[in-house]
């Protein structure tokens, strides 16, 4: 699953398996009683999770959120590590303008995932190593630039993760089943949205065109009254 397509997931898990949800989907008839998720339910097909599975998925007994908040902070950490990763390869090819930049990427994001992995050590989530394809893939095309076609392409790669990311954020601030991953994700969303004004301001002193922010989604108008 790339980076795009597990956003797309966690924001959806955080929004519908919100607690009523949850308790909606118990079924007060079962003969076994509340069967904990995670666990194979008896019947013709059971299947047990690997290992693998039980760290992503969550454990046996995890609630929907729970889960969905240990698959958000595995894709928070390989969004760290991309950022520290971009961030010293710009370091190293960047203007000077954008070194400076890059290393503030670099530091920033380097302590948001210590801090992060503080939390996912809480939770029992184990943590990627590397970044995933998506921005391996945005590694190799930057490594392969030089001058102000770099420049721009990392100024533009930067802006859209951060503006990706910092939405992300946002959402799981207000679903977090956890106070500790609540408080790391508010405090992690501060930090990105001062990145986001860095950028905006380096954009400008490079000349680099940021493409415009999405329109947000317009408010629900009253439906016409029936015409007879």
Do not use: C, W
Request: charge should be negative; aromatic fraction near 4%.
């Amino acid at each position: 699953m790339n980076r795009k397509d597990m956003r797309t997931a966690i924001v959806a898990a955080a929004m519908v398996l919100l607690p009523p949800v949850l308790v909606a989907q118990v079924d007060a008839d079962a003969p076994q009683g509340n069967q904990p998720m995670g666990v194979p339910a008896t019947g013709p097909v059971s299947t047990t999770p690997s290992s693998s599975m039980r760290d992503s998925l969550g454990a046996p007994g995890a609630t929907g959120q729970q889960m969905a908040d240990k698959q958000f902070i595995r894709t928070a950490a390989e969004a760290d590590i991309a950022e520290v990763k971009l961030g010293m390869l710009a370091a190293q090819k960047g203007s000077p303008e954008v070194k400076v930049f890059a290393q503030k990427m670099i530091d920033d994001h380097t302590q948001m995932n210590k801090e992060m992995g503080t939390v996912a050590d809480s939770l029992g989530v184990m943590l990627p190593k590397k970044m995933n394809k998506d921005d391996q893939a945005e590694y190799d095309k930057l490594n392969g630039l030089s001058g102000k076609d770099f420049d721009t392409e990392y100024i533009l790669y930067t802006s859209k993760s951060h503006r990706q990311d910092l939405h992300d954020f946002r959402v799981e601030a207000t679903v977090a089943s956890d106070p500790g991953l609540e408080a790391e994700v508010m405090k992690a969303a501060a930090t990105m949205r001062d990145h986001m004004q860095a950028i905006a301001k380096l954009a400008t002193d490079e000349g680099v065109t940021l493409p415009p922010r999405p329109p947000r989604p317009a408010a629900a108008t009253a439906a016409a009254p029936a015409t007879h």
